[in-house]
């Protein structure tokens, strides 16, 4: 018993000095650290976040593989907790990044981490795990995993923390404090309103989710709705509202991928929200000139997706996203977006930046998904939760900070003698005309 307690001090006493050499002056004000035997660092004072280390060979569970990975996955696994603002961490995480990047310092820390007991092994086990696909990269009958990996977990678990129609994108709030219902209906319209929809138009949904646009659409602004997905779950709560709706008549959602769409110039107006990262840099030709194949001459494509910066270098190795989020997503810069859109015969007529709305988003889901972790327990396992938790606290903090960015682009497809169709200007998407406005609101 002496021996164990000797051990254990002398662990806190490595952690101590390794937290004291790796963390500033300004990370102490954000963070505290308790320890396994109920001390802390800097010290007792009430923080934004604490991060609580389950046993002595914590640290070395979190730094020792030295990606972003393996601190993940110590977190999903229970070597540490957090408490408090998750995403006042990242800040935090920046900084320990850039200590790690000086050579002598991460040599040093390395030293004293394989000082610390090594983690026990047998207890990284979780209902998720690792994603873990098969076949060529972004086959649609891989992509469909990569779906399925993700949004097949369990409606319920998503109903938890998403919006009363379930919508997993970007927001769009008008005040900083607007509830996530009204943010996530106002976006649904205002997508609508880009897109000039009209009775009796024909809309197809590419990855429709569960099908809270093509039911507003539908409803609010009688058009002929049909929505796509690569999840069946997904599907089938869809059409189940739909029915509910009783829009049975003009409305639809089936499992299919955009490519097996097999319908020229059936569409008035296309639009892709969330979906787009999951389509990959190579295959982005593919995507718009399916895109403007499926489109009517005159039709209008809203594509609304994240992107990262054109000037950050591509990751080193896996992220924690690729492995337990989003398996083979891809973020493009913008330009690159563009670029492709204009090559598969598209001009290009609006992009507006969401950046901030999507921060505010995600931090809405953060603390409905807090508030019911005992009740996501009952469809997931802890480690699956954790998931959830850290990698939308991380993407709020990637959205704040600018790494991050949300676009929606409207492109055309002009007809033969290249009219567009589109009004002089945008002033219809904020004063709509009475024959714009959604049933509900007149």
């Not at 779906?147 to 923390?161: C, Q, R």
């Not at 507006?352 to 995600?362: I, N, W």
């Not at 939760?385 to 709020?396: E, I, K, P, Q």
């Amino acid at each position: 018993m002496r021996l164990t307690s000797t051990r254990s001090d002398t662990a806190a006493k490595i952690t101590r000095k390794l937290l004291d050499e790796l963390l500033s002056e300004s990370a102490a004000q954000t963070l505290a650290v308790r320890l396994w035997d109920g001390s802390y660092w800097p010290d007792d004072t009430p923080k934004p976040a604490t991060i609580v280390l389950k046993h002595p060979g914590a640290l070395r569970a979190m730094l020792w593989p030295g990606t972003e990975v393996g601190l993940g996955e110590a977190y999903l696994y229970d070597d540490f907790d957090i408490e408090g603002d998750i995403e006042s961490l990242f800040v935090v995480a920046d900084t320990l990044s850039q200590s790690l990047g000086d050579w002598t310092k991460k040599a040093r820390a390395a030293r004293d981490l394989l000082r610390l007991p090594s983690p026990k092994d047998g207890h990284r086990s979780g209902q998720r795990g690792p994603a873990r696909l098969r076949g060529k990269r972004h086959s649609i009958e891989r992509d469909r995993q990569a779906v399925t990996y993700h949004y097949d977990v369990s409606n319920e678990f998503y109903a938890l923390w998403l919006d009363r129609r379930m919508v997993y994108s970007c927001a769009y709030f008008r005040t900083p404090d607007e509830d996530i219902d009204t943010a996530q209906e106002r976006k649904l319209d205002y997508i609508c309103r880009k897109l000039r929809l009209r009775p009796g138009q024909r809309l197809l949904d590419i990855g429709c989710g569960w099908g809270g646009l093509v039911i507003h659409a539908a409803q609010h602004y009688g058009v002929d709705a049909t929505g796509i997905t690569l999840s069946q779950p997904q599907a089938e709560l869809a059409n189940k509202r739909i029915a509910e709706a009783g829009l049975s008549d003009r409305c639809r959602v089936l499992v299919k991928d955009y490519r097996e769409i097999d319908e020229p110039e059936a569409y008035d107006a296309l639009v892709s929200v969330g979906m787009f990262e999951h389509v990959g840099e190579s295959l982005l030709p593919t995507y718009f000139a399916q895109a403007h194949r499926l489109l009517k001459p005159g039709g209008v494509f809203l594509n609304h997706g994240i992107a990262n910066r054109l000037t950050d270098p591509p990751p080193k190795g896996p992220t924690f996203s690729d492995t337990y989020v989003f398996p083979d997503g891809e973020l493009v810069a913008i330009s690159t977006t563009l670029r492709a859109a204009e090559e598969s015969g598209f001009e290009v007529r609006d992009v507006e930046s969401l950046r901030e709305h999507y921060a505010m988003t995600l931090r809405h889901w953060v603390r409905r998904l807090e508030a019911h972790h005992d009740e996501a327990l009952q469809f997931v396992d802890e480690p699956t939760y954790r998931v959830w938790r850290l990698f939308m606290s991380g993407s709020a903090h990637g959205f704040a900070v600018g790494r991050l960015n949300l676009y929606q682009t409207l492109l055309v497809k002009p007809d033969a003698a290249g009219r567009s169709g589109l009004p002089l200007t945008r002033e219809d998407w904020y004063h709509p005309p009475e024959g714009l406005l959604p049933a509900d609101s007149k």
